[in-house]
């Protein structure tokens, strides 16, 4: 059992609450830290917390509490860090970890330095569908992964730090990039190393300084490519899909707006939907069970089985520095508009990796490039001569 104190009584907050009380779990969240006094009584209230307080130490160094969940805005995250190595609690940080990788390290160190337990709430890499399809992808199913796109876009955020540069510390790339970068590198294998960026990303809607849409590609050591298209401008719902090609296989997953249940209104007695979407009447696509879909509860129990055994959950700081590394690469890449290199001062993944060779021999002096049957019957070799190097067709009878 964890006893937890719960920094941040806003939207996420709420959302980790209802998944660490869920179903029959025996993890409490015994103390709350919000900003207002209201905010955190109403958070207590509503989930049977025997502490609040508007004094995030207080609440972080109550004896009761022995894992310390930051649902704060990302301006908050790294002070909080630091009180938690203070008090020496356990601690597992909302993404983005940092609003750059120069504080998603000190918080990686600090952590470090105090010998405490410290885990990456990166939900998405938790959803039964992403477990699903790792499972295949580490048991080569797909061969060698070629391409790992992630999306995420919707109509924008919901409270208004989000929407102020210097508080969020970006616009749509770290709030929702964040989630795609670490989706596309967990398909890639966490242990190649991301070199270099390209991004387009442009204000094209709302009046902020931070950009409201992105599209960017992150080159792998290994020849690998990681892309990435994020919005805050997204009409529709909040859409959520992952494509991966592998040398021997693909996978498409749509982890929100359309999980296989579509439902009709007119809208009478219609409340919550899912979130973010943008109607409530006609042609719905709610989400059964939003937290299972979305990966809390796979995480939480990830997260708290690895602090209880003393290993490391599949999502940790390290992780989370890294993911700033390639932002603040795709960052300096939308100003510059040329490839950006990820800066990683601390590294530590395979080195020197090269792009393995995928030749197939067809026989002594040919390669297989391709082999088709085609409407009219035939079944087509293409191959290419070993020696010359000419590329030849020949029939199968
Ligand atoms: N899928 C996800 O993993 C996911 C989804 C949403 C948000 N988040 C992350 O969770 C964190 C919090 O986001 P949220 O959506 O819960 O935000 P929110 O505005 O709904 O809640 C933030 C809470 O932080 C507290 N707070 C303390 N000081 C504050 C201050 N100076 N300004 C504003 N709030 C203050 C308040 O209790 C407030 O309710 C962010 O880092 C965000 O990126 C993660």
């Known amino acids: 059992m964890q006893r937890i104190a719960m920094l941040g009584s806003g939207f996420i907050g709420r959302f980790y609450a209802d998944s660490l009380h869920g179903q029959r779990s025996r993890d409490r969240v015994v103390a ?10 109403k958070f207590a209230d509503d989930y049977g917390c025997s502490f609040f307080s508007t ?3 207080e609440v972080i160094a109550h004896a009761d509490v022995d894992m310390v969940c930051i649902a704060l805005p990302n301006n ?26 120069d504080e998603a390290l000190r918080m990686m160190q600090a952590v470090e330095e105090a010998g405490i ?40 955020p919901h409270s208004e730090w989000f929407w102020d540069k210097e508080q969020a510390g970006g616009g749509c790339i770290l709030d929702l990039g964040c989630h795609c970068i670490e989706i596309a590198r967990n398909y890639i294998g966490k242990e190649v190393r991301p070199v270099e960026v390209m991004c387009w990303a442009a204000t094209q809607v709302k009046p902020i300084d931070a950009e409201d849409h992105a599209i960017a590609l992150v080159k792998y050591e290994n020849g690998a490519i990681g892309q990435f298209e994020v919005s ?54 709610p989400v059964g069970d939003e937290v299972n879909e979305l990966g809390y509860n796979h995480m939480f129990t990830d997260m708290f089985t690895a602090a209880e055994a003393g290993r490391e959950p599949a999502e940790t700081f390290y992780d989370g520095y890294v993911v700033n590394a390639v932002i603040d690469a795709a960052y300096r890449s939308a100003q510059t508009k040329q490839w950006e290199p990820v800066r990683l001062p601390v590294w530590r993944g395979r080195e020197g990796l090269t792009q393995e060779s995928t030749l197939v021999d067809y026989d002594e002096n040919h390669y297989l490039i391709k082999e088709e049957i085609t409407h009219d019957g035939r079944h087509k070799l293409i191959l290419k001569d070993k020696a010359t190097g000419r590329i030849l067709e020949r029939d199968l009878i």
Request: aromatic share 12%.
């Open 117 to 156: 337990f410290a885990g990456y709430l990166e939900d998405l890499c938790y959803t039964p569908k992403f477990l699903k399809a790792m499972e295949t992808v580490k048991s080569g199913g797909l061969g060698r992964i070629l391409w790992a796109k992630s999306r995420e876009t919707h109509p924008g």
């Open 232 to 285: 805050w401008t997204f009409r529709g719902g909040m859409d959520l899909r992952d494509e991966v090609m592998g040398t021997e296989g693909t996978i498409w997953i749509n982890s929100f707006l359309r999980t296989g249940f579509e439902m009709f209104t007119t809208g009478k007695g219609t409340a919550y939907v899912a979130e973010k979407a943008e109607s409530a009447t006609g042609w719905l696509f």
């Open 32 to 41: 709350i830290y919000a900003r207002r006094e209201e905010s955190a009584r």
């Open 55 to 57: 004094d995030m130490e």
């Open 76 to 101: 908050l995250h790294e002070a909080a860090v630091m009180l938690c190595a203070k008090h020496k609690k356990a601690v597992v940080c909302t993404k983005p970890l940092g609003r750059n990788a």
